[in-house]
């Protein structure tokens, strides 16, 4: 007889390890899917950034080279203009000294005119300071000069009062005064003894 060959039947446990496994084969599988698109993200995210970055350092110097470009057009215009102006002035400062008045006798003349000022001032200044000095004495002799005054009105007061005659005597003092005893007090508290006339 043949043997039937029968199906092996897993226990709940082992069901339950394949399915955990399973789910965990799974999950592993989905973090890697997961990873590997966030680094094609990030990767394309890098590129995108980059090419941003080079397109506005072409942009910068494009512009600066724009800029570079028009100061240098502008400079040579303005150099253009100077050398023109100055092709045209050529020989205008022999015309126009050739006009000018002589300044020599100008500055003669206004030398003369500084000098005559600067002599007025010194003899206004001169005149001043004499002022003030004779100012300056008067004041330092005011002082002299009124004591002796008052010395001399006082010699003549002097001379007219002793020349005067001697006056009349006073009848009043001729009468006799009547004398005073001295009084002597001792306080022998004080151990003072007082002298009264």
Same mark, same amino acid.
């Given at each position: 007889?043949?043997?039937?060959?029968?199906?092996?039947?897993?226990?709940?446990?082992?069901?339950?390890?394949?399915?955990?496994?399973?789910?965990?084969?799974?999950?592993?599988?989905?973090?890697?899917?997961?990873?590997? /698109?966030? %680094?094609?993200?990030? =990767?394309?995210? @890098?590129?995108?950034?980059?090419? +941003? #970055?080079? !397109?506005?350092? *072409?942009?910068?110097?494009?512009?600066?080279?724009?800029?570079?470009?028009?100061?240098?057009?502008?400079?040579?215009?303005?150099?253009?203009?100077?050398?023109?102006?100055?092709?045209?002035?050529?020989?205008?400062?022999?015309?126009?000294?050739?006009?000018?008045?002589?300044?020599?006798?100008?500055?003669?003349?206004?030398? /003369?005119? %500084?000098?005559?000022? =600067?002599?007025? @001032?010194?003899?206004?200044?001169? +005149? #001043?300071? !004499?002022?003030? *000095?004779?100012?300056?004495?008067?004041?330092?002799?005011?002082?002299?000069?009124?004591?002796?005054?008052?010395?001399?009105?006082?010699?003549?007061?002097?001379?007219?009062?002793?020349?005067?005659?001697?006056?009349?005597?006073?009848?009043?003092?001729?009468?006799?005064?009547?004398?005073?005893?001295?009084?002597?007090?001792?306080?022998?508290?004080?151990?003072?003894?007082?002298?009264?006339?």
């Amino acid at each position: 007889m043949k043997a039937k060959k029968g199906r092996c039947r897993l226990s709940p446990n082992e069901e339950a390890r394949l399915m955990k496994e399973e789910t965990e084969k799974r999950r592993r599988l989905r973090l890697q899917q997961v990873r590997e /698109q966030s %680094s094609q993200n990030a =990767a394309r995210i @890098r590129q995108a950034v980059k090419q +941003e #970055k080079n !397109r506005q350092l *072409q942009k910068l110097a494009s512009t600066l080279q724009n800029n570079l470009e028009n100061e240098k057009e502008e400079k040579i215009r303005h150099l253009e203009n100077q050398y023109e102006n100055s092709l045209r002035s050529i020989g205008q400062g022999h015309r126009e000294a050739s006009e000018q008045v002589d300044v020599e006798e100008e500055r003669y003349l206004l030398q /003369q005119e %500084s000098n005559r000022r =600067a002599d007025n @001032r010194y003899k206004q200044a001169l +005149e #001043k300071q !004499r002022r003030e *000095q004779m100012f300056q004495e008067y004041e330092q002799k005011y002082q002299i000069i009124a004591r002796q005054v008052a010395l001399d009105a006082e010699k003549e007061r002097a001379k007219t009062i002793a020349s005067l005659p001697p006056p009349p005597k006073d009848p009043v003092l001729d009468l006799a005064q009547p004398e005073r005893k001295s009084v002597k007090m001792t306080d022998i508290d004080n151990f003072t003894t007082t002298h009264y006339i």
